[in-house]
């Protein structure tokens, strides 16, 4: 597969199981932003409250098939579903999957 073959088959991905919006007539992925608290808690203390800007994904169900979907397409990076604490934690993102990472290379 090559990188744009990929990049490809990640789009597909992230457009058949993430939250859509379209725009001019393109579906495009609703990104997770940092509410104004999260701003004033890294403003007053400094905390980093997880990272902007990640997908979203309405379920559980769509966050692991989604999950085991980019696995599957880069078996090196084993991604998992993750419940985020913003909003009331009414929606997931895909995370690394650390320990599947550590078990596959110890494996090697
Ligand atoms: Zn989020």
Do not use: W
Request: aromatic share 4%.
């Amino acid at each position: 597969m090559t990188p744009e073959q990929e990049r490809q088959a990640r789009r597909d991905i992230i457009i058949k199981y993430a939250r859509l919006y379209v725009r001019n007539g393109e579906s495009k992925p609703l990104m997770c932003t940092p509410s104004a608290t999260d701003h004033i808690a890294r403003t007053v203390f400094g905390r980093h409250m997880g990272s902007a800007g990640k997908i979203i994904y309405p379920t559980r169900e769509a966050a692991e098939s989604a999950a085991r979907a980019m696995t599957e397409l880069q078996p090196t990076s084993p991604q998992r579903a993750a419940i985020c604490p913003r909003a009331g934690m009414t929606h997931f993102h895909l995370t690394h999957d650390l320990p599947a990472e550590r078990a596959q290379r110890r494996q090697q």
